[in-house]
């Protein structure tokens, strides 16, 4: 009888183990998914913040697409948020409270925007705030990025006791986001026409007022995280990055992404233009286009993390490169009334491409994410995807700056659109040259050996 008593304590044991773990991964999905679906939101303030400058302050189109980029430039500085926050703990915490502190300097830079009289805004205070907003949110998208990756290499367990495949965090932390734009989209672009930007401005602070009440709520040992390590500071974290980057299988698939981002020439604010000036579509249009891109995206995560988190990381990226040349390609036949004179209304088209184009550019965050989590080295989590993320949001500015001086070169303005097809046709060309080298992205991931239960 008394083995028969061991054994019921050892399955009862077992049971209490597994129950804890089960809290632990609830409380750990909560919080990333209020994180990501908060930061799919910013659509919200960032939809208003579009038509402010373009009609408040009358910038034009060039003016518009340089400023936009720039208040991005907070994100650059990533690596050494993920560095700060790899080493620096708080009370034994070393995530949360950078997403507190995220949500913080959110709430303040879009509520003084709100309260902020009409006459008193300018190009310089409205960039200020803009960045500092910027800064808070790419504080809390490093935290949350490394919560993803530590938690990855976590065993957990489904309910068929077999261990969880690594991309299912991050199709859910994506489809988080994804559902958070939906929202965000679905309410600004109709807001948009009824309120005051400063209403949505308020309206998104107050959000992340919330947002910072629950995730000062939560203890971090409630996510089931890699206990806290003895670290050198950040010093020695800078030196585990740099030697993380040394690795030709982690640096090789990081230069690829960058240069795919950066070798773009952007044309979304000539585009904003486009369609909101020459085409007079007017905002719940855009706002529904952005749904619509958004609930694509959701599909996307779906459909990755169903069929296609095992195929090749190189085919899947790959074929999102080529699908947004093709995206691109469209749109030349757009802007020459290709598909009007098929009877294809524009507010249509605007909707379902326009919509689509936008999110694809981030189509590929997603399995790359997996890519990297898989081969990113322990004790290094948050810096090296904080560095990823980084090299992202840099190529992008510069992607960005190029449209510019490609709108530019083929002589568009506020007024003129005559040179859009050409420099469509230039953005296309552009996008497929990464596909030269897409050797560097590997063409598929080694498992990690794990020891077989005898």
Same mark, same amino acid.
């Given at each position: ?51 402010? /400058? $373009? ?17 991005? /430039? ?90 969880? !495949? ?68 950040? $010093? ?8 993380? /980057? ?44 952005? *749904? ?16 296609? $988190? ?21 749109? *030349? ?14 507010? *249509? ?43 992202? !949001? ?57 020891? $077989?239960?005898?």
């Amino acid at each position: 009888m008394e083995p028969k008593s061991n054994e019921n304590n050892s399955n009862h044991n077992s049971n209490n183990d597994n129950n804890k773990n089960n809290n632990k991964n609830y409380m750990l999905k909560w919080v990333l998914g209020m994180g990501y679906w908060v930061q799919g939101l910013r659509c919200i303030p960032w939809l208003a913040v579009n038509y402010m /400058l $373009k009609d408040g302050l009358n910038l034009d189109s060039s003016t518009f697409q340089i400023l936009q980029n720039s208040a991005n /430039l907070p994100m650059v500085a990533k690596p050494l948020y993920g560095v700060v926050s790899d080493s620096l703990y708080f009370f034994g915490q070393h995530r949360l409270p950078y997403i507190a502190l995220g949500a913080v300097l959110q709430a303040i830079s879009w509520v003084a925007i709100a309260i902020l009289s009409s006459s008193s805004i300018s190009i310089s205070t409205m960039t200020f705030y803009l960045l500092l907003g910027n800064l808070g949110a790419a504080l809390a998208e490093v935290a949350n990025d490394a919560i993803v990756a530590e938690a990855s290499k976590q065993p957990t367990s489904t309910k068929k006791g077999k261990a969880s !495949s690594s991309g299912d965090l991050q199709s859910f932390v994506w489809m988080a986001s994804s559902l958070g734009g939906v929202l965000g989209n679905f309410i600004g672009g109709i807001a948009n026409e009824k309120y005051s930007p400063q209403a949505m401005f308020l309206t998104f602070g107050v959000i992340l007022a919330i947002q910072l009440i629950l995730t000062i709520s939560v203890s971090e040992k409630s996510l089931n995280l890699p206990e806290n390590r003895s670290t050198g500071g950040i $010093k020695q974290q800078l030196a585990e990055l740099a030697g993380a /980057l040394r690795k030709p299988e982690i640096f090789y698939p990081i230069a690829w992404l960058s240069a795919s981002y950066a070798l773009i020439p952007v044309l979304t604010g000539t585009m904003f233009f486009y369609q909101t000036q020459a085409l007079g579509i007017d905002s719940s249009i855009i706002g529904i286009s952005k *749904v619509f891109g958004q609930v694509g995206s959701l599909l996307w995560s779906a459909i990755y993390n169903k069929s296609l $988190k095992s195929a090749s990381p190189r085919k899947v990226i790959s074929a999102i490169q080529v699908t947004m040349a093709v995206f691109m390609v469209s749109d *030349v036949l757009f802007v020459n009334n290709f598909y009007r004179q098929m009877g294809i209304p524009d507010s *249509v088209y605007v909707v379902v491409f326009s919509g689509l184009l936008e999110v694809l550019f981030f189509f590929k965050i997603l399995p790359f994410s997996v890519l990297i989590a898989q081969l990113c080295p322990a004790g290094c989590e948050g810096s090296l995807m904080a560095f990823v993320m980084s090299a992202i !949001s840099l190529a992008m500015i510069v992607g960005g700056y190029l449209g510019v001086a490609l709108a530019s070169f083929v002589g568009i303005t506020g007024s003129d659109f005559s040179g859009l097809p050409r420099g469509l046709l230039i953005q296309a060309a552009c996008t497929v040259i990464p596909l030269l080298c897409s050797s560097w992205i590997p063409d598929h991931i080694k498992p990690k050996s794990t020891k $077989k239960d005898s």
